[in-house]
T-cell receptor, first 113, second 111 residues
Framework: GAGVSQTPSNKVTEKGKYVELRCDPI?????LYWYRQSLGQGPEFLIY????????DSGLPNDRFFAVRPEGSVSTLKIQRTERGDSAVYLC???????????FGPGTRLTVL | RKEVEQDPGPFNVPEGATVAFNCTYS??????FFWYRQDCRKEPKLLMS???SGNEDGRFTAQLNRASQYISLLIRDSKLSDSATYLC????????????FGAGTTVTVRA
């Protein structure tokens, strides 16, 4: 079956611009996670959704970052006033329940010039 | 101090060799432990969960030492296809969904 998909695969933007990154989880998966991976590092937890609500957003670095999942399926990560330090691969994962394996999407590589 | 620390390697081994590496974690309340594999410019994929009694999956053996807070992975009879970065993953305390990843150990298997 289809895995987690993310669009776009690459995004280049200028400092100060707004970007949206989309995640389409595996059908039927209620739990959705966003991570950020910088070069040479492991993924870093950003936010977790159970259904439509953000159950834990403690990993969001600051208030420029926001994520939504209005219908409990697709999620969008929004970054306002991008900074060069936001450049990273943004990974989305989903799981069928809280305790099950997290399946990762291919990521969106964000470059802020 | 990082939640999960790993030797970055690289471990460069010939085909057929055995390679082993560890990671340490800082949160004694962690309950779930995993090894993920990540190929270059690809997403992480679960290799195996790690259980208290230790477990094997084919050529891969994982061990957990709760007293010393470290996890190990051993790969026997290495294949070229085992070349990858291996990420040690631990849940952050009581939040089982909240995973903390190490920076990874790079393994290169040469012919």
């Amino acid at each position: 079956g289809a895995g987690v998909s993310q669009t776009p695969s690459n995004k280049v933007t200028e400092k100060g611009k707004y970007v949206e990154l989309r995640c389409d989880p595996i059908s039927g998966h209620t739990a959705l996670y966003w991570y950020r991976q910088s070069l040479g590092q492991g993924p870093e937890f950003l936010i977790y959704f159970q259904g439509t609500g953000a159950a834990d957003d403690s990993g969001l670095p600051n208030d420029r970052f926001f994520a939504v999942r209005p219908e409990g399926s697709v999620s969008t990560l929004k970054i306002q006033r991008t900074e060069r330090g936001d450049s990273a691969v943004y990974l989305c994962a989903s799981s069928s329940s809280l305790y099950n394996e997290q399946f990762f999407g291919p990521g969106t590589r964000l470059t802020v010039l | 101090r990082k939640e999960v620390e790993q030797d970055p390697g690289p471990f460069n081994v010939p085909e057929g060799a055995t390679v082993a590496f560890n990671c340490t974690y800082s949160n004694s309340a962690s309950q779930s432990f995993f090894w993920y594999r990540q190929d270059c410019r690809k997403e992480p994929k679960l290799l195996m969960s790690v259980y208290s009694s230790g477990n094997e999956d084919g050529r891969f053996t994982a061990q957990l030492n709760r007293a010393s807070q470290y996890i190990s992975l051993l790969i026997r009879d290495s294949k070229l296809s085992d070349s990858a970065t291996y990420l040690c993953v631990v849940n952050m305390g009581t939040g089982r969904y909240k995973l903390s990843f190490g920076a990874g150990t790079t393994v290169t298997v040469r012919a």
